[in-house]
């Protein structure tokens, strides 16, 4: 167990529908970052919130949004949903976001679009 | 992020002591090596960092080579739960961890008991 929690395990929509994944991080990590994992296109890395803040953006749509909340749980939206968005989404969090800090990862939430 | 290269696969047995490869030829002074490794079903998990010198932990071991043109993860005695995806990722120090990790295709581990 990371000590990194998402909800929900399994997510199945339409689309054109919208919603939102959680994720809690460690107790007292600072960074959150989102990843997507597809079949085709591998683990990929979308964003990474610091202490409430945006840090860095990766190859995230424009159509998917990310916040982190004071009390640094966050929470990636996704929108105008497609079949392609179908994918394993995974949260990550770290003590202070730098490079030498190990990245602890979530179970990951299941997105199915239909 | 400098690019890695690493086998697609590679079988080993259990209890028997399994060496990772990583190529990494144009690494630069400020990348660190990591390895995660991703089992069935699961989130990815770190396993180990390193800079320069050989490092050890519970899990694993790093063995870096002089040039840091390339590294090896060893794991001293496998069993049938490191049966996993590993992948070998540089991190500049510079960035500040202000991106995310760069997975790449990974060596697909597959342990025979």
């Known amino acids: 167990d990371s000590g990194v929690t998402q909800t929900p395990k399994h997510l199945i929509t339409a689309t054109g529908q919208r919603v939102t994944l959680r994720c809690s991080p460690r107790?007292?990590?600072?960074?959150v970052y989102w990843y997507q994992q597809s079949l085709d296109q591998g683990l990929q890395f979308l964003i990474q919130?610091?202490?409430?803040?945006?840090?860095a953006k990766g190859n995230i749509l424009e159509r998917f949004s990310a916040q982190q909340f004071p009390d640094l749980h966050s929470e990636l939206n996704l929108s105008s949903l497609e079949l392609g968005d179908s994918a394993l989404y995974f949260c990550a969090s770290s003590v202070r976001g730098v490079t030498y800090n190990e990245q602890f990862f979530g179970p990951g939430t299941r997105l199915t679009v239909l | 992020d400098a690019k890695t290269t690493q086998p697609n696969s590679m079988e080993s047995n259990e209890e028997e002591p399994v060496h990772l490869p990583c190529n990494h030829s144009?690494?630069?002074?400020?990348?660190?090596i990591h390895w995660y490794r991703q089992l069935p079903s699961q989130g990815p998990e770190y396993v180990i960092h390193?800079?320069?010198?050989?490092v050890n932990n519970r899990m694993a071991s790093l063995a870096i080579a002089e040039d840091r043109k390339s590294s090896t993860l060893i794991l001293h005695r496998a069993t049938l739960r490191d049966a996993a995806v590993y992948y070998c990722i540089l991190r500049d120090e510079w960035g500040g961890g202000a991106d995310g990790l760069t997975f790449g295709k990974g060596t697909h581990l597959i342990i025979q008991p």
């Open positions: 107790s007292g990590d600072l960074s």
């Open positions: 390193g800079l320069t010198s050989n």
């Open positions: 144009t690494i630069s002074g400020t990348d660190y």
């Open positions: 919130y610091y202490n409430g803040e945006e840090r």
